[in-house]
Structure formats: C-alpha cells, structure tokens
C-alpha cells in the first residue's frame, strides 16, 4: 500500500509519517508533499491508495482535492488531517474515509487506516474485475465460449464450420477437422449467435457458417455440402428464402 502525507508543516509531516511506520505496517511506501499542488503531482505519478489530508494550508484548501480530478477517476482514499473540528461536514461531503484531529491518537490513526486499506483493496478487486470483464467483452465479439467437461474451449467463429443438433447435445464441426460434442441443444447456439450475420439455419438441425459453404445441391432433395464435405439438407420451408438470397447477392 503507498501512502501520501500533505501538509504545509514539515513537523506534522515527519511525525505523521513515523506513526504510520510504526503501527501500520500495510503501509510500505510513504511520500509527502508541502502544499497541494506538490500533492496532485505526486499522486499523478505514484498513484498512492491512502492520501492523508491536511485542510488548512496556502494557496489551496485541502477541501479542494477533488477539483483537481474532475471528470477523471478518483482511486485513493482521503483520510483529512486538521486542528480544527468545524471542517469535518464539509470534509466527509467529499467522501473521506476519516477525519483525524491533531495532536493524532495513534488508535484513531490505526482504525482509520485499516478503514482505508479495507476500502482500497475492495476498489482494487472491482477495478481489476471491471477490466477483465471488458476483456472478456472484447473477446466475446470474435469467439465462441463452450463448456467441455476438462474446463472451457475458446472458439473463434471463423473456425466453425456448422452446428449440429443431436437430442440434448449439440456437435460442432471445426475448420481443423475436429469436432466437439457440447451438451447443450442447438437452440443455445442459434440463440447465442442471432447477431452474427453469417450464421444460418438451413434446417431445425442445423446452424450453419455461411463462409464454410461449398456447394448448394438438388439433388434427390435440397442439401449444401459444406467445406469439410458435410452434407446438410435445406428444408422445403428455407429453400425458397436461402434461394432468393444467393441470387440476390450473387448476381448483382
């Protein structure tokens, strides 16, 4: 954890920052700054977790921190630091996770350190999980996520070729040549992929890959013979639509 001490006195400073060394221990890196503009620079670069908060000071207030972060994202946690107790209503107005009268109590200190610690790593944990979740957003734009029964497959959709229903249990037919047997029912793919345009469904058992077509038959009946030389039929209700649009798509 890194901490932040501002305050225009070098006293305060030292004193706080030799609390802070002895009796919390979480706290690894200590820096200080003697005005708050030192202050946003520090924090800017270092990005400490806790910053400790004098009110009184030239120049800017620490009551006016937050107008230096304005349409940015605030991650450390404010602990104020004042001789003067008629600052507190405005101080948790700006969400501090305390505010300490000086002379510091060393419990006082403690307590409202481990409140921030607390704080701060709860807003680690969600920032990290709000960025995997994008990640996996990202990712989900371009693959197929199948449960198999060792864990996860990550499909890209280029790589399948069609779907197939089988009761239950959907086959999928991959550009490598392998298959995997899914036990989820074709329905969970035509529903998981409506928005990827080249994917079709020809026939109630079948979810096809447009790009993997190789040739359309009729030949005792409608069928496409898809890239891996799968045959799969058209049904009478699809011929008429999947017709219509090869023709318009192709002869224009």
């Known amino acids: ?35 708050l503009l030192e202050g946003i620079a520090i924090i800017e670069k270092e990005q400490p977790d806790i910053v400790y908060l004098d009110i009184e000071m030239p120049k800017y207030s620490g009551l006016q921190i937050l107008e230096f972060f304005e349409g940015k994202p605030v991650s450390f946690q404010i602990i104020f630091t004042t001789a003067y107790s008629n600052y507190a209503i405005e101080a948790f107005k700006l969400s501090a996770i305390d505010y300490l009268m000086k002379p510091i109590d060393v419990q006082e200190l403690k307590q409202a350190t481990t409140k921030a610690i607390e704080v701060a790593k709860a807003y680690t944990i969600n920032h990290k999980l709000e960025d995997l979740k994008k990640a996996f957003s990202q990712l989900a734009l371009n693959k197929l996520v199948v449960e198999v029964p060792n864990g996860m497959l990550f499909i890209s959709f280029e790589d399948v070729i069609l779907f197939e229903a089988d009761g239950m249990y959907t086959t999928i037919y991959l550009k490598d040549k392998t ?74």
């Open 179 to 252: 298959t995997e047997l899914i036990c989820k029912p074709l329905k969970h793919f035509v529903e998981q992929l409506h928005n990827q345009s080249y994917f079709y469904k020809p026939h109630r058992s079948y979810l096809i890959n447009l790009k993997h077509i190789k040739a359309f038959s009729n030949k005792d009946g409608y069928h496409l013979i898809m890239q891996n030389n799968k045959t799969v039929p058209v049904s009478k209700t699809k011929k008429e639509e999947f017709e219509t649009i090869i023709k318009q798509v192709f002869n224009n």
């Open 1 to 35: 954890m890194k901490a932040l001490i501002i305050d225009d006195e070098n006293k305060a400073r030292r004193l706080l920052q030799r609390l802070l060394e002895e009796e919390c221990k979480e706290i690894d890196a200590i820096f200080q700054a003697s005005d």
